[in-house]
């Protein structure tokens, strides 16, 4: 009878033990957090400038945590990147995150750096002066970014079919050498870029349209769910770089232009053009639903993406 409790009593113990253990599971020690952006631009300032003054690597120090920083040079690779867990933070604008989302991809919107709206470079002497007059001519974006997007949607609301121009899909620098030989017409590109080609006096940009860039944080999910102090202190120190940004803009316009290694004037030509104070409200909800939407009707993504609840579930006012 005593074997038979004291068996009872060690069955019951390791029954505690292994439910304990299935309530609590024990999670690897995070060592690095990893962040990038993609390719160069001055929305990105608020990571620029808190990598700059290592406000990330101070917030974390404490919790032994190290940053290690990445610039992407290629859409596809950032959501292998996320798809693969070799990525916890990128900043860029919003088609890549709506595609690796239709993809399967866990990945979330969780803040904005800035808003701008998007711009068509031509040459200073050509004769296109309105969207209307870019029909039949060659224009040069990279395919799959928020401006690629933004040239399309411009064309449409002009009248125009995309069939009734050339798009040619060129990374930055290649398109670049491509407008100042005169090989292409017209190119659909972000700051500082845009001012470069103008302070140069080698392009100049045609009436604006209505199409927006958000530049926003997406977060690989997984990241979040098993890191949620560590993600809040990130945020907290983006969120508070942005209001050191209104504060300082001096200084800030000086740090993006060492980060980015562009001119200063390029940077303050550029500047006015971002609204710092944007928030992840549902006016920005709203529009990238619309390039969610208009990604699923170009047959861009396959799978629709509900904004709101699929990618931005932590809806910030």
């Given at each position: 009878?005593?074997?038979?409790?004291?068996?009872?009593?060690?069955?019951?113990?390791?029954?505690?033990?292994?439910?304990?253990?299935?309530?609590?599971?024990?999670?690897?020690?995070?060592?690095?957090?990893?962040?990038?952006?993609?390719?160069t631009a001055v929305d990105y300032a608020p990571y620029l400038i808190a990598k700059d003054k290592h406000w990330f690597e101070d917030s974390l120090v404490v919790k032994g945590i190290k940053?290690?920083?990445t610039e992407f040079q290629t859409l596809p690779t950032i959501n292998e990147a996320f798809a693969t867990g070799k990525i916890d933070i990128v900043f860029e604008a919003e088609p890549p995150a709506i595609?690796?989302?239709?993809?399967?991809?866990?990945?979330?919107?969780r803040d904005i750096s800035c808003s701008l709206i998007q711009e068509i470079l031509v040459?200073?002497?050509s004769n296109v002066k309105t969207?209307?007059?870019?029909?039949?001519?060659?224009?040069?974006?990279?395919?799959?970014?928020?401006?690629?997007?933004?040239?399309?949607?411009?064309?449409?609301?002009?009248?125009?079919?995309?069939?009734?121009?050339?798009?040619?899909?060129?990374?930055?620098?290649?398109?670049?050498?491509?407008?100042?030989?005169?090989?292409?017409?017209?190119?659909?590109?972000?700051?500082?870029?845009?001012?470069?080609?103008?302070?140069?006096?080698?392009g100049r940009i045609l009436p604006k349209g209505d199409a927006y860039i958000n530049s926003i944080m997406a977060v690989r999910g997984d990241f979040i769910k098993d890191n949620e102090a560590i993600y809040k202190t990130i945020e907290n120190v983006f969120n508070n770089t942005k209001i050191?940004?209104?504060?300082?803009?001096?200084?800030?316009?000086?740090?993006?232009?060492?980060?980015?290694?562009?001119?200063i004037e390029v940077i303050q030509k550029a500047w006015p053009r971002h609204d710092w104070t944007a928030k992840l409200n549902m006016k920005v909800i709203d529009d990238i639903q619309a390039k969610a939407n208009f990604l699923k009707e170009t047959g861009k993504i396959q799978n629709p993406v509900k904004v709101k609840d699929d990618l931005i579930p932590v809806y910030i006012k």
């Open positions: 009878m005593k074997k038979i409790l004291k068996n009872g009593f060690l069955l019951l113990i390791l029954s505690v033990v292994i439910i304990t253990s299935c309530n609590n599971p024990t999670k690897t020690k995070i060592e690095t957090v990893r962040i990038g952006s993609f390719f940053v290690e920083y595609i690796g989302k239709a993809s399967g991809i866990r990945i979330v919107i040459p200073t002497n969207i209307v007059d870019l029909k039949g001519k060659k224009i040069a974006v990279l395919a799959g970014t928020s401006s690629h997007y933004g040239v399309l949607n411009m064309l449409r609301d002009n009248g125009i079919n995309a069939n009734d121009v050339h798009i040619i899909d060129m990374v930055p620098p290649d398109a670049k050498a491509a407008f100042e030989s005169g090989q292409i017409d017209a190119w659909a590109v972000w700051p500082p870029f845009v001012e470069q080609e103008e302070l140069t006096g080698k050191w940004i209104l504060a300082n803009p001096d200084s800030a316009v000086a740090i993006v232009s060492r980060q980015l290694n562009v001119p």
